[in-house]
């Protein structure tokens, strides 16, 4: 048995009336739709040719047919095309993308949002891994007696601080001296190599006091730029899932939630880490996670500079429109990919 094309007519209107209404579809609703050119009868003998090649199942409950993973797959790799967004929804992704732009962290969190917003589907975005970055600066900012703000900033726009105590009096003046020696120190040094480097000791000043704030703060300096390397996942739009008829038992959506909290939350990380750059499209039981048998993933890659930074995507049924979803993530990182190369081509004419 083979995919004719009339089979594949059949199979494309069925996905696109489930993807629409997420009702099984029948015989008569099919015959409508081709205008009658095509007995329902005959639509009957292709959609059980259709069950028995794997790209239709059928409910009990229903008479109607509904597409398989099989059927999402073919459709995905040689049936849907690319859909032209509305200019409304391009002008806002241009636009946000590129308000903070020199806040990587906030700019990356936007684009889920944005994501989100745009789908009606749950999004996600991973910061990019910073084992290349390099050190712009150090700040040591006052908050009363007894405790400071350190913070440290990365060349690409990515930031990380932390509230410590001290131990020793100190003033602002103090404060900024030692903030300007580590800024001295390890700016344009690689992230990763500052930490392999003996810095417990380092101090450019012998003025006891200020040995003692040092003793104080390079600990927590250590800490701020581990924190620089860790990758951070951004997700938006969760409470999307309880609006799709897919989700309408209450502990199902309680479960799709869960995941994404606390281990969950790391499991899947490490899984969006393993899965390969650009667009990539898994659907149910492709997914390696047992509890994302009924949704999909897609995942989209962005560069920072031109090198790879991270990932973007959207989680939502099987029954997604893949086709406009897809091209809203396509139009998305082409324009965070531009914005930040925009950024770093002002800063290179700035210097």
Not at 67 to 83: F, H, Q
Not at 108 to 126: D, G, K, R, V, W
């Amino acid at each position: 048995m083979e995919l004719t094309e009339r089979k594949l007519k059949i199979l494309q209107a069925i996905i696109n009336d489930y993807v629409m209404s997420a009702e099984p579809v029948g015989s008569r609703t099919l015959a409508r739709e081709f205008n009658n050119v095509i007995s329902p009868a005959t639509i009957r003998n292709e959609m059980s040719d259709l069950e028995a090649m794997g790209y239709l199942t059928h409910p009990h409950t229903s008479a109607g047919r509904v597409p398989s993973d099989k059927a999402y797959r073919l459709y995905v790799n040689d049936m849907m095309g690319r859909e032209e967004l509305p200019e409304e929804s391009k002008r806002r992704i241009r636009e946000t993308l590129r308000a903070d732009v020199k806040e990587l962290d906030r700019t990356i969190q936007h684009a889920a949002e944005l994501l989100s917003e745009i789908t009606n589907l749950a999004s996600f975005a991973m910061s990019p891994t910073q084992k290349q970055d390099k050190l712009e600066y150090v700040n040591l900012i006052p908050v009363d007696a007894r405790q400071i703000v350190l913070m440290t900033i990365a060349e690409s726009g990515k930031s990380s601080s932390s509230l410590l105590r001290v131990d020793v009096p100190y003033t602002q003046e103090t404060l900024n001296v030692i903030a300007k020696s580590l800024t001295y120190d390890y700016k344009g040094k690689n992230l990763t190599d500052v930490l392999r480097e003996n810095l417990a000791t380092d101090a450019r000043t012998d003025i006891t006091a200020m040995s003692q704030l040092t003793k104080n703060i390079m600990p927590n300096f250590l800490k701020t730029l581990e924190s620089l390397l860790n990758i951070n996942l951004y997700m938006d739009g969760i409470a999307n899932i309880f609006d799709l008829p897919e989700f309408s038992d209450t502990q199902r959506a309680k479960g799709f939630v869960s995941k994404f909290e606390n281990e969950g939350r790391t499991n899947f990380l490490k899984e969006l880490t393993d899965r390969d750059d650009g667009v990539i499209v898994t659907i149910g039981d492709e997914n390696p996670d047992v509890d994302m048998k009924d949704c999909s993933v897609i995942t989209a890659t962005y560069h920072v500079n031109g090198k790879y930074a991270g990932k973007i995507g959207v989680i939502g049924p099987t029954r997604m429109n893949y086709g406009r979803v897809t091209s809203v993530m396509q139009y998305l990182t082409e324009n965070l990919n531009d914005a930040f190369r925009m950024d770093d081509e002002e800063d290179n004419d700035e210097r």
